[in-house]
T-cell receptor
Framework: AQSVTQPDIHITVSEGASLELRCNYS??????LFWYVQSPGQGLQLLLK??????LVQGIKGFEAEFKRSQSSFNLRKPSVHWSDAAEYFC????????????FGTGTRLTVIP | ETGVTQSPTHLIKTRGQQVTLRCSSQ?????VSWYQQALGQGPQFIFQ???????GRGNFPPRFSGLQFPNYSSELNVNALELDDSALYLC???????????FGAGSRLTVL
């Protein structure tokens, strides 16, 4: 079945530590790939996206993500986490099947400790 | 400021009632999508409107309906509310030729 999987429900990191949030997808062809962030009481803000080309994508707030076709993954990374990064992070895809809507994973909640 | 405004921000209804949620977007954003985000879950696609016509629908029953207006505003209507309809409802828009959605902050609906 087609799906987007975020295996980590909750991650806790220390401020200044590095971060990697995992995302795997299961679609026949490589979909368009996105990472969104949601702070409490807020809507979704786009961090970065991948459509084609360079597999390492830079986003806002110092985030980057790497597309790995062989692993069907699109993991989000940040070298040094700030307390303000505490939020819920969602991986999402748009399948290249003519569909025009986003399919989201269940999210990873990030807690940052001092 | 995302350019997508949703109202109301919070509301409480009882089972069986009807609700209308509203969304307004930037001029030129002629595609609007609605998503339902249950607690602890990722958003799920309800439907999309383009130029005032429904242009795709997710796995939601017909009691979820929508409208899009010429002034780029839209509505999500839910009839015969059920307890499981309690969720954050997100509106997202995109402009011509764009392929990235801009989300509003959402309307949180509680059904008692």
């Amino acid at each position: 079945a087609q799906s987007v999987t975020q295996p980590d429900i909750h991650i806790t990191v220390s401020e200044g530590a590095s971060l990697e949030l995992r995302c795997n997808y299961s679609y026949g062809a490589t979909p368009y790939l996105f990472w969104y962030v949601q702070s409490p009481g807020q809507g979704l803000q786009l961090l970065l996206k991948y459509f084609s080309g360079d597999t390492l994508v830079q986003g806002i707030k110092g985030f980057e993500a790497e597309f790995k076709r062989s692993q069907s993954s699109f993991n989000l990374r940040k070298p040094s986490v700030h307390w303000s990064d505490a939020a819920e992070y969602f991986c999402a895809v748009v399948p290249q099947t003519g569909a025009n809507n986003l399919f989201f994973g269940t999210g990873t909640r990030l807690t940052v400790i001092p | 400021e995302t350019g997508v405004t949703q109202s109301p921000t919070h509301l409480i209804k009882t089972r069986g009632q009807q609700v209308t949620l509203r969304c307004s977007s930037q001029s030129g954003h002629n595609t609007v999508s609605w998503y339902q985000q249950a607690l602890g879950q990722g958003p799920q696609f309800i439907f999309q409107y383009y130029r005032e016509e429904e242009n795709g629908r997710g796995n939601f029953p017909p009691r979820f309906s929508g409208l899009q207006f010429p002034n780029y505003s839209s509505e999500l209507n839910v009839n015969a509310l059920e307890l499981d309809d309690s969720a954050l409802y997100l509106c997202a828009t995109t402009g011509p030729g764009a392929n990235v959605l801009t989300f509003g902050a959402g309307s949180r609906l509680t059904v008692l």
